[in-house]
T-cell receptor, first 115, second 114 residues
């Protein structure tokens, strides 16, 4: 079974530039998560999707961050414009829900550096 | 408010000795509890979970964790540590009373010395 796929793995951009991250979850997983992980800290939820619907985006900085999950499969997270403080690892995860107790499967992450 | 605490930034143990990584939590309803491990330059990997039933749960790589409702704790344990267990460990809790959000602790770095 293929795991969660993310791209790119690394991205270096200048501040005020836009950036986008892509995630392909495990096949059949209806729930998709985007997290931000700062160095030395645990992941912090940005947005959670149940199929196509964003059910929790309370922590997403909506002035500069946007996300979409078309057709309830792949998802894209965008930052425009990027700020220095956005430098972090962006993790995507998926889960199948109640049937497996909501355990999450994570992708390798995208390490973003904003200069 | 929902929260997770991992009181130790780092745990050092000698190979072959037992290890414990501590976790306490606070939720308003019945919790689902998880442990994840993160190796360098890799995403988090699921280790084990507590949903209901037996308070002692067993997971991958010989790890186990004990759910203690009265102490609101979910400590990760292993009887005999390996050097390859050295990694960053995260405790997480899902609040099933509302919101259904999963919160992660700050992580504990485990260092196993040969």
């Amino acid at each position: 079974e293929a795991g969660v796929v993310q791209s790119p793995r690394y991205k270096i951009i200048e501040k005020k530039q836009p950036v986008a991250f892509w995630c392909n979850p495990i096949s059949g997983h209806n729930t998709l998560y985007w997290y931000r992980q700062n160095l030395g800290q645990g992941p912090e939820l940005l947005i959670r999707y149940e199929n196509e619907e964003a059910v929790d985006d309370s922590q997403l900085p909506k002035d500069r961050f946007s996300a979409e999950r078309l057709k309830g499969v792949d998802s894209t997270l965008k930052i425009q414009p990027a700020e220095l403080g956005d430098s972090a690892v962006y993790l995507c995860a998926s889960s199948s829900g109640r049937s497996d107790g909501y355990e999450q499967y994570f992708g390798p992450g995208t390490r973003l550096t904003v200069t | 408010a929902q929260s997770v605490a991992q009181p130790e930034d780092q745990v050092n143990v000698a190979e072959g000795n037992p290890l414990t990584v501590k976790c306490t939590y606070s939720v308003s309803g019945n919790p689902y509890l998880f442990w994840y491990v993160q190796y360098p330059n890799r995403g988090l990997q699921f280790l084990l979970k507590y949903i209901t039933g037996d308070n002692l749960v067993k997971g991958s790589y010989g790890f186990e964790a004990e759910f203690n409702k009265s102490q609101t704790s979910f400590h990760l344990k292993k009887p005999s540590a390996l050097v390859s267990d050295s990694a960053l460990y995260f405790c997480a809790v899902r609040d099933n009373a509302g919101g259904f959000k999963t919160i992660f602790g700050a992580g504990t770095r485990l260092f196993v010395k040969a």
